[in-house]
């Protein structure tokens, strides 16, 4: 029996406002204020991501694992190149370790990975 209708993500950040604002352009989503924590969910509320300022923050260093990368997101595209191009835009950075030619690493606002994935 589930005792969950879907799992949520909360992100640890230096600016709870900001990480969500750049996730929520990412998406389409929409961004719910709840002061020092952020919530962005689609229109039909089936997910939740949300974002927790944390007073002291370290990013990942990535790939390494002196500060672990803690999580990250891969989020599916049609287009790595038209994702790269609205990912930078919003304010990513581009990792300068690319394992693979299937997806691409990114570095959010707050510096946590996140890959953009050809389906």
């Not at 835009?89 to 996140?114: C, I, M, N, W, Y």
Request: aromatic share 10%; charged share 20%.
């Amino acid at each position: 029996m589930a005792i969950a209708k879907f799992p949520s993500v909360v992100i640890d950040c230096p600016d709870a406002a900001a990480l969500a604002a750049f996730y929520s352009e990412l998406f389409g989503w929409e961004v719910e204020d709840k002061g020092d924590w952020f919530d962005i969910r689609p229109s039909d509320g089936s997910n939740c991501i949300s974002f927790q300022q944390v007073d002291v923050y370290q990013a990942p260093v990535w790939p390494g694992q002196t500060i672990p990368q803690q999580m990250h997101l891969d989020m599916v595209v049609e287009d790595l190149d038209k994702g790269e191009e609205v990912a930078l835009s919003l304010g990513a950075t581009k990792a300068d370790h690319q394992p693979g030619e299937t997806f691409r690493v990114f570095l959010d606002p707050a510096g946590h990975p996140f890959c953009l994935c050809l389906s």
